[in-house]
């Protein structure tokens, strides 16, 4: 599929879609001084393959003097579905739409349609609910998926779109997707770069970002938990990781904010490309998870699934800030994942005919496995409005593992590891579980 060469291979316009006549495609071997400096120097990493322990970047002539200025055993390459523009069947932002309304008329009873907020545009940014009762707010667990931050990552939403598809097809005919849909609020945003994917599709095939200004900001460099916090984006307007002017500068990124906020997913899955990887908070160095919440752990559940590589950001690529899954993680303790799928060989613009029902079937485990999850070790509950806090204690301990903030709704639904706690609900009354075990789903009564 690659076309190794021994010297400088120029990219040019394919299929009407522009990409810098300088830029080259560029693959070494992968090491932590390299990663570093590529990060330092604000280059476009566009994946990394931890099988052969190579990184690949889109350099311009002057960042390729630099790389070689560093001594780095450089591997050229040229992979043609990188640089070309995607195969018409990937979906573009009226196709998204299109299918959502199809889907929708096609399941009524256990479908909502919903427009988050509009994209700088006024596009509408489209999410679809699956539930038994889906026209009603009810008091289950939320479990979020969504696409394309990223507008040339063009495989993303064609997982989203399988999911729905599979989860509704097979809702009265599959015991174990009829559980998930009675039990559960399946909320699903097929892509969310809608103004950037429609420049990719018309401008430039490997257009990253928004289109804020003609330069565009990376909307996962812009969400406010460490925001430019740790050199893990640019304030450069041309660089592919331009955080933005402010914090959730950009609508789509207040859209998701406000999204999030109202429906309390427990889990989240962001969909990238390309690497085949994993990736759960934090996105600085050297901030890590913590070892006695579940985020890890399933992270590496859903890895090993997978047959993906899982980490933090900073562990696995560079320190990347102001992303999406941080700010859930922090801001509305959410469990999220970034899963980065196809590899290196497959490049932003796979074959479709080729990898689409590959890619798609690859990854049904990962967020089936979250769906299975909300069965596994947990605290689950409704509490009175007298509570409005869980503190959990390794049982006979001091040291807190974590604290949870009840939603609004009184409900609770608190991921764990297996193992025995001591359970402290706070506000104006106070109630102690004590020595706890929590092997399966544990549901507190009041």
């Not at 994946?47 to 591997?75: F, H, P, S, W």
């Not at 941080?326 to 469990?335: F, G, L, P, R, T």
């Not at 605290?379 to 006979?396: D, E, H, R, V």
Request: proline letters at 5%; glycine letters at 6%.
């Amino acid at each position: 599929m690659f076309n190794w060469k021994g010297s400088l291979l120029a990219l040019s316009l394919v299929s009407g879609a522009a990409i810098a006549a300088e830029a080259h495609i560029v693959r070494f071997d992968l090491t932590d001084s390299m990663k570093t400096f590529l990060r330092a120097n604000e280059f476009d990493i566009t994946g990394v393959n931890y099988k052969t322990m190579q990184i690949e970047a889109l350099l311009t002539d002057e960042e390729l003097d630099l790389i070689k200025q560093q001594k780095a055993n450089i591997r050229f390459s040229y992979p043609q579905n990188l640089a070309a523009a995607p195969s018409q069947e990937y979906k573009n932002p009226q196709e998204i739409e299109d299918f959502v309304h199809e889907v929708h008329a096609k399941y009524p009873d256990i479908t909502e349609e919903k427009v988050i907020g509009k994209s700088l545009e006024g596009r509408d940014i489209w999410a679809i609910k699956i539930s038994d009762n889906a026209k009603r707010d009810e008091i289950e667990p939320a479990v979020l998926v969504n696409a394309m931050h990223h507008a040339r990552e063009v495989m993303t939403p064609e997982i989203t779109t399988d999911m729905i598809d599979y989860l509704t097809s097979n809702y009265g005919q599959d015991p174990e997707v009829t559980k998930w849909v009675d039990s559960y609020e399946i909320w699903v945003i097929p892509m969310f770069n809608l103004d950037g994917n429609n420049k990719m599709w018309t401008e430039n095939s490997m257009w990253r970002k928004n289109t804020r200004n003609g330069y565009g900001v990376d909307l996962n460099r812009n969400y406010p938990t460490g925001w430019n916090s740790c050199k893990g984006s640019s304030a450069n307007t041309g660089a592919q990781d331009y955080r933005g002017t402010a914090p959730a500068s950009e609508p789509e990124t207040q859209a998701m904010m406000n999204f999030v906020a109202s429906i309390k997913p427990v889990f989240d899955i962001s969909y990238h490309s390309y690497s085949e990887i994993v990736i759960y908070p934090f996105g600085c160095r050297p901030n890590k998870t913590p070892t006695g919440q579940a985020v890890e752990s399933i992270g590496q559940e859903i890895g090993k699934k997978l047959d993906y590589k899982p980490g933090t950001a900073w562990e696995l690529l560079y320190n990347a800030d102001g992303g999406d899954i941080d700010w859930m993680y922090v801001e509305q303790q959410v469990i999220p994942f970034v899963i980065e799928v196809n590899s290196d060989w497959d490049g932003f613009h796979p074959d479709y005919k080729k990898m689409r029902n590959k890619t798609v079937l690859r990854n049904r485990p990962g967020w089936m496995h979250l769906l299975t999850r909300l069965e596994g070790p947990s605290l689950q509950g409704i509490a009175p409005k007298s509570y409005s806090m869980i503190k959990i204690f390794k049982a006979g301990e001091k040291t807190e593992v974590q604290s949870y903030k009840i939603n609004p709704d009184g409900s609770f639904y608190v991921i764990l590891k297996e193992g025995n706690y001591d359970f402290s609900f706070e506000g104006s009354a106070s109630r102690k579980l004590s020595n706890m075990s929590v092997k399966s789903k544990s549901v507190v009564k009041f």
